[in-house]
């Protein structure tokens, strides 16, 4: 029924109603589903302020679901009216992001609440809720310029990207013509930089950002406000080379996660990008010069990290190979063959010595020499990490609301113990406890013989409770009679030391001391004075 804004909905058990549930029916047999309440929609309706002779029926309101469209279209579009008012009704109960773009690029597309962000917080619809969302939407600045490419180069299959300042990825990206000419529109008033690329990265042409070179950091800043075209330099591009080679391992897998990287002498990235699923890779558009190739398969690990030609990670960056890059050439058979790493394996509890579960455990070199590897704990505590070289590594776990743990169990990072690995070889570190580590003091005994004075004395010790014939008992001395055994337990937030003495027993001698006299000796020699 629309006539109440009831929702239509599929019949299920589950609470959050986003599946239906297959019903069983046997025939001449009734079946009972039991009550079921239905959900009334939610309404968003509001008015929309356009630049001057811009129509608003160029214009849409997009509604998201934070969980992503479903079987029902969680997800909502609707064209503003003319004079930019609108009303969007029945909408589904939910967290939603709201969002208004162009169809035209007569406006820059703008998140409900306002934000700097392409995405603003999520807006909860609740049922039969009118939600009031306006919005104030600005004229598009735009930039306009020209590459110019070495000869025979066709740059139509060129990118112009601008980024805005302070945000990640690319924010709007402009085609380039044949002739090199290009438009980044639909931009908000902010300050961008500006990236060429080659989408198919099979004419050796080196990236440039505008006003810079091939890094981010040497790019010129461009100020732009809304409604403004800005023209800027022509660009001219650098012509490259390419590297190209295969991925390949002991075992048969998908190589896509495998990044092979570019580096400088001093082992900064200059290029980077992963191998297809069959372990191919080509890098084009790298400046001509001589650098080193890693290969690094990225989380979940199993493959050590690489140099080229197939030295590992712990060899050194030093001890690669130089790969001369050419321009306008392939350098061409730069493979790897990647081998299995080392893996260390262990249980993290937490302060109550239960499995402390979804906690990152890293992995880290000494020195920083080698890469970082990391895993998550499971429901039982359990981590594995895979994928390291020969080297020694601080193991360490970074929960969100504790502090970090190092191996053996110190949160001081001063009194870590390094793990030494071997590639290839798996190592197991046990448990990794919160708790904190507690040597038990000795009970001590005093045994008279014969006396009624004999008594045994309990110490006292931080995290360490001690108990006789079961029963816990205080610190202090105690009459000592019969065979007594005292056992020691740590309490919550502490774990017993490995190899640490937890039991003592003494039996005293009894009071009065029984004793058997030994015999009396008599020497009789005849009419001796030796008798």
Known sequence: SYAKQIMPQYYTTLQSGQFPENISIKAGVDSTIGQYRLAQGAHVKGSVTLPPGVDGSKVFLSVQSVEGAN??????????????????QHVYPGQYWIRFESRDGGVVGEPYPDSASWRSEPVSLAESEVVQADATLDAPAVLKGKIIAPSGVDVSRFYAQAHRIGEIGVTATGYVAKDGNYTIGGLRSGTYEVRFTDHDRMNHIVDRWYGGDGRRASAEPLIVTAGETVGLRDSTLEMGGSIRGTVSSSRIQAYDRVAVNVLSNDGSVVFSENADQNGIFILGGISPGSYKVSFDESTPTEFEKQYYPKLPESKGLQAAGEVTVVAGSYTSNIDAKLLEGASL?????????????????????????????????????????????????????????????????????????????????????????????????????????????????IPSTTGVEYLVSGNVVATGTYAGSGTVTVTAQALPAYVLAAGAETEWAHEFKATPLVVTPAAVTFTDVDGTKDD
Do not use: C, W
Request: proline share 5%.
């Open 71 to 88: 079987m029902y279209g969680y997800e909502y579009e609707k064209n503003l009216n003319s004079d930019g008012t609108y009303s969007l």
């Open 345 to 457: 394996t262990g249980q993290l509890l937490d302060r109550t010595g239960l499995p402390f579960t979804d906690v990152l455990i890293e992995a880290a070199h000494k020195d920083g020499a080698l890469v970082t590897r990391t895993a998550t704990t499971d429901n039982q505590g359990r981590f594995s990490i895979s994928g390291l070289s020969s080297g020694e590594y601080v193991v360490s776990a970074k929960p969100v609301a504790d502090d970090p743990l190092y191996f053996p169990g110190t949160t001081s990072s001063g009194e870590a113990t390094t793990v030494e690995t071997t590639s290839g070889q798996p190592k197991d570190l046990g448990v990794l406890s919160y708790q904190k580590k507690v040597i038990p003091a000795p009970v001590t005994f005093k045994d008279e013989k014969g006396t009624e004075d004999d008594f045994y004395v």
